[in-house]
């Protein structure tokens, strides 16, 4: 079975400044995919970002970028230019390719706050 | 924008109630799921779906049921709800992705306390 693990309950960070949150996966697939969602304190969860496994390129979506390493099994989420609205719960996904309607496998989670 | 609703932000029921937390995307999405989300233990899945009437168990389907009579609608049902249900519940819908990339949209939560 797949496992995400994230190893950072808390991080922080200040305004305009650039940090890194943690995630490993276990699995034996190939294929597969992995997202970060963000959920705020209004609770809504939002997609910041995805990755193709099949993909060497790391994904960016504008100051969110990851670093994936699939040999090691790591992927990784860097919020450039840290901002008050960034403040949120941070959750590492993971997916397989092989099933299409299958759900997906979460880690714990990381509680980042920003500070001015 | 997809849109995921849930009825309640917030409920409160009795032990013994019998439960009921709806669900409704507006984008004909095939996929439906039900989250349970707790502190320090992220979210776990409960029920998904991937077509009406169609249903399979996630990782904690136990004490819970769940009905998708129409496409756009899933609930989930709490048959004779216990204080360890009191949780956070999420409801998430996504497209049948061919290569199981589609992102899942989630709604806004349902704060579930079981007095």
């Known amino acids: 079975a797949q496992t995400v693990t994230q190893s950072q309950p808390e991080m922080s960070v200040q305004e305009a400044e650039t940090v890194t949150l943690s995630c490993t996966y276990d699995?034996?697939?190939?294929?597969?995919?992995l997202f970060w969602y963000k959920q705020p304190p209004s609770r809504q969860m939002i997609l910041v970002i995805r990755?193709?496994?099949?993909?060497?390129q790391n994904a960016t979506e504008n100051r969110f970028s990851v670093n994936f390493q699939k040999a090691a099994k790591s992927f990784s989420l860097k919020i450039s230019d840290s901002q008050l609205g960034d403040a949120a719960m941070y959750f590492c996904?993971?997916?397989?390719?092989?099933?299409?309607?299958?759900?997906?496998?979460f880690g714990k989670g990381t509680t980042l706050s920003v500070s001015s | 924008d997809v849109k995921v609703t849930q009825s309640s932000r917030y409920l409160v029921k009795r032990t013994g109630e019998k439960v009921f937390l709806e669900c409704v995307q507006d984008?004909?999405?095939?996929?439906m799921f039900w989250y349970r989300q707790d502190p320090g233990l992220g979210l776990r899945l409960i029920y998904f779906?991937?077509?009406?009437?169609?249903?399979e168990k996630g990782d904690i389907p136990e004490g819970y049921s769940v009905s998708r009579e129409k496409k756009e609608r899933f609930s989930l049902i709490l048959e004779s709800a216990s204080t360890n249900q009191t949780s956070m519940y999420l409801c998430?819908?996504?497209?049948?992705?061919?290569?199981?990339?589609?992102?899942?949209?989630f709604g806004d939560g349902t704060r579930l306390s079981i007095l």
């Open positions: 998430a819908s996504s497209l049948w992705g061919e290569y199981g990339h589609q992102p899942q949209h």
């Open positions: 699995t034996s697939e190939s294929d597969y995919y």
């Open positions: 990755q193709e496994a099949y993909k060497q």
């Open positions: 996904a993971y997916r397989s390719a092989s099933q299409a309607g299958t759900a997906l496998i």
């Open positions: 984008m004909d999405h095939e996929n």
């Open positions: 779906s991937y077509d009406v009437k169609m249903k």
